[in-house]
């Protein structure tokens, strides 16, 4: 069989595949704990869950416009101006089928051979294979620990080339639950502004944020920024509505034009069901979800503060998300009980797997091999066992 050259190039989902092997021991009987969830662990709130059986017993089961109904697209408008005192119009706001397919939908329509895009690394796994995908370059910029995985302008300026397109900040971050502050953001917006290049804000973490961070749309700091941006959004994290898949973008009315005939002659609209329960999520009382991000939170401190026991582990705090990323470099090189050097990350989540049955996931994947990442939307008691399991690891290293 003869596959395009496209698909070839398009690496295989490593999150999933540390996943499926941990489900796999589990199934076995074995006493697996998992740390790679990338959705919390707590079920949709009941009045979204209602809001989507009233649509299903209303029939409201039908086609919707292409990018999203007009009552979708109000609650999105609402939710712009309540929480990032942005003002959009309908024209210029379009729902997807997750924010995994507001991305994909962008770079199809963006990009293409010879343009660069540039990723900041630590990065969501899918962001560089998306780019790809549409024939375009991913730009690859590392960042580290003790500049809390942010980038910077004058690293920004170093990748500059007259073929960039496009820069792509994700805050809250995952992997590095690092969050940008305003002043950050300013000084890389105005930079895309001079050297006209598109910033892609992926703001999905956005409510999930601790000791009183406070989130800053990049659209949110100027007209010209947000004529700028295009803000990727949506309900899967901050709602626990994963597997409802609605993800959505505000920008520029001519961009959201050209999604919408992508989106036509491929998708057509996201499940009209989760729409309804969409606009419940966005406009309803967000006590729910301010409860989730408060348990997150001492998970969070828990998580870190054990993790930071253990001899040769080092852990930033996170300021949002529900991913800690710690560094295990220093263990690289020492010996498991077969004498086999661990070399990097791959190796050493490996090695808790075999060892202790602890799954996380291996740095390399986000782009930063001496990191793994953790995800902390998982009980106390596992973050307690599991901690503990990966410090007993740590021990047996000689
Ligand atoms: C940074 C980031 N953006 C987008 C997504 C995709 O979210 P959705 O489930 O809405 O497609 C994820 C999910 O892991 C993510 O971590």
Not at 141 to 153: G, L, R, S
Not at 178 to 207: C, G, Q
Not at 308 to 332: Q, W
Request: aromatic share 8%; charged share 25%.
């Amino acid at each position: 069989m003869k596959f395009s050259k496209r698909i070839q190039q398009v690496n295989l989902s490593m999150t999933l595949a540390i996943d499926a092997k941990a489900k796999e021991m589990k199934s076995q009987g074995e006493n697996v704990i998992g740390f790679g969830a990338g959705e919390p662990d707590f079920n949709t709130p009941d009045r979204i869950k209602q809001a989507g059986i009233r649509a299903i017993e209303a029939n409201d089961t039908h086609y919707t416009p292409v990018g999203g109904s007009n009552d979708l697209k109000d609650a999105i408008i609402t939710k712009l101006k309540r929480d990032n005192g942005l003002d959009y119009e309908r024209n210029q706001i379009l729902a997807s089928c997750g924010a995994k397919h507001s991305f994909y939908n962008l770079a199809q329509v963006l990009w293409e051979a010879g343009d660069e895009v540039i990723i900041p690394a630590p990065y969501w796994v899918s962001f560089p294979d998306m780019v790809v995908l549409a024939g375009a370059k991913p730009v690859i910029i590392e960042t580290n620990a003790t500049n809390e995985f942010k980038v910077t302008v004058d690293q920004i300026k170093n990748v500059l080339t007259p073929n960039t397109r496009a820069i792509v900040i994700n805050t809250p971050s995952n992997p590095t639950g690092s969050a940008y502050e305003k002043s950050e953001l300013e000084a890389i917006a105005e930079f895309a502004l001079e050297n006209n290049i598109l910033v892609i804000s992926d703001e999905i973490y956005e409510w999930i944020v601790f000791d009183g961070f406070k989130h800053t749309s990049l659209a949110s700091l100027s007209k010209e920024a947000q004529k700028n941006c295009i803000v990727i959004n949506g309900v899967s994290k901050s709602y626990a509505m994963t597997g409802w898949r609605i993800g959505y973008i505000a920008a520029d009315a001519e961009i959201v034009k050209q999604v919408t005939k992508l989106q036509g002659q491929s998708t057509s609209n996201p499940c009209s069901i989760s729409q309804a329960a969409s606009i419940e999520a966005l406009t309803g009382p967000h006590d729910d979800v301010m409860e989730m991000v408060r348990e997150f939170e001492k998970r969070r401190d828990i998580m870190v503060s054990l993790l930071r026991e253990i001899s040769g582990v080092s852990c930033n705090t996170p300021k949002g998300s529900f991913y800690s990323f710690p560094d295990f470099s220093a263990l690289y090189g020492k010996k498991d009980a077969n004498g086999k050097a661990l070399q990097g990350s791959l190796d050493f989540t490996e090695y808790l797997l075999a060892a202790k049955k602890i799954a996380i996931v291996p740095g390399i994947a986000f782009g930063a091999d001496a990191n793994a990442r953790m995800s902390f939307a998982t009980s106390r008691d596992k973050i307690e066992e599991g901690v503990k399991r990966i410090k007993e690891a740590v021990e047996l290293l000689t």
